[in-house]
């Protein structure tokens, strides 16, 4: 016990603390910026409880991309000039000028609501506290690690044993650019000169980063095979280099034509999907591996999610961040009036 | 040992339309419409094809990876997921060829339509997973797909509302895996594994967490499937969207949730099911019957009138629960049991058929008129006789008159509530029948109205094909009443329900 | 008592889990809501790793571990869709909540 157990219960306390100022604070911009201080301590926690895949996924996704998703969109929702007015109106109900009997309804559902929040939060305690113990499938795993091909845990259960999940996984990245295309009404990211370099830092940081990024999703790409590190920890690092170089103004993806855009955010997906049916073909399970191969088509097929994850990523920031930008396209469309 | 001809059957419903989807994303929109077509007969071949495979050969079991249960994820083909199966596949094609018509008749056409093919074939792929996977963890990956997919769907026209409403519904979608998954860490927890049958095998039951885990996990999929009280997102969600989403959505998707929650009640969590649970279950659907009906008669636009009929229906779906469980103490024979369990599917699949159907007539007739108010089908009958008999025909199924799969449903019911002595579901049943009535005579009387009431309007030309799928539809819900001796022995193929045939005990769960 | 660190940390995953339902509701602004949707598949995921850091044989089960990664993965790819479809609906119609009066 002693010292770790006091981190510990410092840290959850912690924990705690910046969920409830995010979620109650006023302004937006707070909200995001408590918002990545959490996902970064969550990172810590996971650390604690000796998950590095997990923090190194955090880290980069969780509070990394998903924070630069938060603060671009800032810029839309809580714009630098207005900000006295980015009320985000968090959890206690407004005083907002309505009916004095709305006022009262809405008070009323609030507390039902709060109330009703602390009531799960008892439940679910005690539920976690009862929870039966007794086998997770650590044994399982580690029965079948030498037939997985890699020495790593991790990457075994999500390269082989439950691939079809990871199969899927890339799949949701690929529909949900698709849904953003559908929700920008356009098919690639806007092939339009971005803005010009004009942040001298940001230009040296941009051309020390980069290459370092990409070498660093290098390592961790191979790394995954005995130790932490994998296909989405790397692709995510490389978007990252992707998502800076755009900050700078060079615009990597919308030079690309067409098909060549297509293909890069499709490769991920198909490469399993090829895999998966090949597999079926030549008589054996769906996605299943042969045995002598297996750690090297891993790493192939890791290669390949990797690249697709990091386009897809980089993807997310450059459609989001370009879609606001189109000044020719009226603010209130005909469309709109429906 | 399954053979290799099984495996690759049974992986054909989730790969094929995966690979139609990646098609028509890189294909020029011009030919989506024709390969996803393409795509959309031969998963429907498949999913006849693994049917005959089950009614030769029984359960099948697909170990994905090489890797069994728990360690990998297991897909499992029975009977119930048979029916599934042909149901999506059956309402899918012939929405698939109105959609084809509907988009390239529908001027100006919003940007988002050439999406139309990949996302559908995307959702259509995940239905058939949600229907064939037996891993918690796979399922919730596959709910996100087809949440995402829906929405993307939902919103393909780019108009306010449907863009508001398909943010409300991502919302509610979202906030309803969560609830899930926590249900799925907790279960986890408890027993170690994520397999849905050895969960079955190996929960304690008794254990305060393993209940909490399951009423999170209904609490989840109860919002996906819109019963009353959650059912907030539906109505605007499903109306705003195209005619042919309408249809995806109203008659598919919320039945894949659906299907989840009679797999944890009947599979996983049979062992903490308890009496007042499933009481509680049937008096929310009894409700939503009667609420979601008054709703529907009360609007005045169509597609509104449709999607609140969606939440009508759905209630019925539910009256399935507190007639599948027997109350504590019970001792000899049940024999509504099966007819009960019989009932509810037939309920979902007779639903497919006809709301699909309704949406597409209504979806037809406002594009004739240009309008989506009531009148719009003011003397119909004359002017799109196939479609007014579509509509009619769809609505017979869910108002419950002969000859039709909703009336066989709701007499299935109806029996089941009489012999198991559960007399209070009747009166809303019947009460919900009525409110049908109500609408749907509604519409069809504006429809016969005679000529000088309607202002003698122009129709924008209806192709052909848009009357035909939507009519083959409503034949559809008419001749699933006349195959119910199949459809019962299919769902009796490894059905996990036969083994769950036991009394409930006074703290839950059978004996 | 002898409490588990593990256990610490599943607590806290549960009160963050409770805390974040009731800011998805009752939040009014999409930025908002979409941040309390993420907390909420924060805590789902810190319950799960610290189920999965239960002494068992001196290492963490993996299966857990793997799940919290897909996880992440499938949660920011719902948020960047969320955040889109926001600004689209922020750009045409200007409302930033689902009552807005604005």
Redesign the interface.
């Known amino acids: 016990m002693g010292i770790?157990?006091h981190f510990?219960?410092l840290l959850?306390l912690f924990?705690?603390g910046l969920?409830?100022r995010?979620?109650t604070v006023r302004q937006?911009y707070q909200?995001?910026i408590f918002?990545i201080a959490?996902?970064l301590s969550?990172a810590l926690?996971?650390v604690?409880?000796?998950?590095p895949?997990?923090a190194l996924?955090?880290a980069a996704?969780?509070a990394g991309?998903?924070g630069v998703?938060?603060i671009d969109?800032?810029r839309?929702?809580?714009p630098p000039s207005s900000a006295a007015t980015a009320?985000?109106?968090?959890?206690?109900?407004?005083t907002?000028p309505?009916g004095a009997g709305k006022a009262a309804w809405s008070r009323i559902t609030?507390a039902l609501?709060?109330g009703?929040?602390?009531a799960?939060?008892v439940?679910?305690?005690?539920?976690?506290?009862?929870?039966?113990?007794?086998?997770?499938?650590?044994?399982?795993?580690?029965g079948?690690m030498a037939d997985s091909g890699v020495a790593h845990?991790?990457t075994?259960?999500?390269l082989?044993?439950?691939?079809?999940?990871?199969w899927?996984?890339v799949?949701?990245?690929l529909?949900?650019m698709?849904?953003?295309?559908?929700?920008?009404?356009?098919?690639a990211p806007p092939a339009k000169a971005p803005a010009t370099r004009s942040d001298p830092l940001l230009d040296w940081l941009t051309r020390a980063l980069v290459p370092l990024l990409v070498l660093a999703a290098g390592y961790l790409l191979w790394r995954g095979k005995f130790a932490p590190g994998g296909a989405?920890q790397s692709g995510v690092v490389l978007g990252a280099g992707a998502i800076l170089l755009r900050l700078n103004g060079f615009a990597l993806l919308e030079r690309l034509p067409l098909?060549a855009w297509?293909?890069a955010l499709?490769l991920g997906?198909?490469a399993f999907?090829a895999h998966?049916?090949g597999a079926?073909?030549f008589?054996?399970?769906?996605?299943?591996?042969p045995l002598e191969r297996a750690g090297t088509w891993i790493l192939g097929l890791e290669a390949l999610a990797a690249f697709s994850?990091a386009v897809t990523?980089a993807a997310?920031f450059i459609?989001?961040h370009g879609?606001?930008r189109e000044k020719g396209a009226p603010?209130?469309?005909p469309?709109?009036?429906? | 040992m399954i053979s290799n001809s099984s495996k690759l059957l049974s992986m054909l419903p989730i790969v094929l339309p995966l690979i139609g989807a990646l098609l028509c994303f890189v294909i020029p929109p011009r030919w989506r419409s024709f390969i996803g077509l393409l795509f959309s007969w031969s998963t429907l071949a498949a999913c006849f094809g693994l049917v005959w495979l089950l009614a030769t050969r029984g359960l099948t079991e697909h170990h994905l990876g090489g890797w069994e249960a728990p360690l990998g994820i297991r897909l499992r083909i029975d009977g119930l997921a048979g029916v599934f199966l042909v149901l999506t596949g059956m309402v899918g094609v012939p929405v698939g060829h109105f959609a084809m018509s509907f988009f390239k008749q529908k001027q100006p056409a919003s940007r988002g339509v050439p999406f139309f093919w990949p996302l559908w074939l995307f959702l259509w792929a995940s239905l058939n997973g949600i229907f064939l996977s037996a891993d918690l963890f796979n399922l919730y990956v596959l709910l996100e797909i087809m949440g995402l997919a829906a929405v993307s769907l939902a919103i393909l026209s780019g108009k306010a509302a449907a863009l508001l409403a398909g943010l409300r519904y991502f919302f509610a979608a979202l906030v309803g895996s969560m609830l899930y998954l926590m249900g799925v860490v907790l279960a986890y927890g408890s027993a170690g594994t994520l397999d849905l049958g050895l969960l079955g095998a190996s929960l304690p039951a008794e254990s305060i967490t393993v209940r909490i885990a399951f009423a999170l996990m209904m609490a989840g999929l109860l919002i996906k499937t819109a019963l009353f009280p959650l059912h907030f997102w539906l109505p605007e969600a499903h109306s705003s969207a195209e005619a042919p989403v309408s249809a995806i959505l109203s008659a598919l998707v919320v039945k894949a949730s659906f299907y989840l929650i009679l797999r944890l009640w009947v599979e996983v969590f049979d062992g903490s099911v308890t009496f007042a649970a499933a009481q509680a279950l049937g008096a929310l659907g009894g409700v939503a019957a009667v609420w979601g009906s008054y709703q529907a008669l009360r609007q005045t636009q169509l597609k509104r009138m449709v999607a609140h009929s969606t939440v009508g229906q759905i209630g019925y779906l539910f009256l399935i629960f507190p007639l599948i469980t027997l109350s504590p103490g019970w001792e000899g024979e049940a024999p509504w049991l099966t007819s009960a369990w019989t009932a509810g599917i037939y309920q979902a699949l007779a639903h497919g058929f006809a709301k699909s159907a309704m949406f597409l007539a209504v979806g037809i007739f406002v594009l004739a008129v240009g309008s989506d108010d009531k009148s719009s089908v003011l003397n119909m009958v004359g002017r799109l006789p196939m479609t007014t008999f579509a509509f009619a025909l769809a609505g017979t199924s869910l108002i419950g008159l002969p000859p039709s799969g909703g009336f066989v449903a709701k007499w299935m019911l109806l029996k089941a509530t009489f012999s198991s002595g559960q007399w209070w579901w009747a009166p809303l049943i019947v009460w919900g029948s009525f409110l049908t009535a109500g609408y749907v005579f509604m519409i069809l009387r504006l429809s016969f109205a005679p000529s000088e009431a309607a202002p003698v309007k122009a129709l924008n030309p209806v192709p052909k094909t848009l009357e035909v799928t939507a009519l083959a539809l409503g034949i559809g819900a008419i001749l699933i009443g006349f195959r119910a001796e199949e459809v019962m022995s299919l769902l009796e193929i490894a059905s996990p329900f036969a083994e769950s045939v036991q009394p409930v005990t006074e703290e839950g769960g059978h004996d | 008592m002898d409490i588990e660190p593990h256990q610490l940390y599943a607590v806290t995953a549960g009160m963050v889990f409770c805390m974040s339902l009731a800011g998805v509701f009752l939040c009014r602004h999409f930025f908002q809501k979409i941040i309390a949707i993420n907390m909420l598949g924060a805590s789902i995921f810190l319950l799960l790793v610290s189920i999965g850091a239960r002494d068992e044989d001196g290492f963490p089960d993996p299966v857990p571990h793997a799940m919290v990664i897909t996880g992440l993965v499938v949660a920011v790819s719902a948020s960047a869709f969320a955040l889109g479809l926001a600004r689209r609906i922020h750009r045409t119609t200007g409302r930033t909540g689902f009552s807005d009066t604005e």
């Open positions: 770790d157990l510990d219960a959850c924990l705690a969920a409830w995010v979620l937006l909200a995001a918002f959490f996902g969550m926690a996971w604690r409880l000796a998950s895949d997990v996924a955090e996704i969780g991309l998903l998703l938060l969109s800032l839309v929702f809580a009320d985000g109106g968090a959890m206690e109900s407004s907002a309505r609030t609501l709060l009703s929040g602390l799960l939060a439940v679910i305690t005690l539920a976690v506290l009862f929870m039966p113990g007794g086998g997770g499938l650590t044994k399982a795993a580690a079948a845990p991790v075994a259960v999500l082989n044993f439950r691939s079809f999940d990871t899927l996984e799949g949701v990245l529909l949900a698709m849904g953003l295309l559908v929700v920008q009404g356009i098919d989405f098909w297509r293909g499709l997906f198909v999907l998966g049916t079926l073909l008589g054996r399970a769906f996605l299943e591996f994850i990523l997310f459609v989001l879609a606001d603010a209130r469309n469309e709109a009036k429906n």
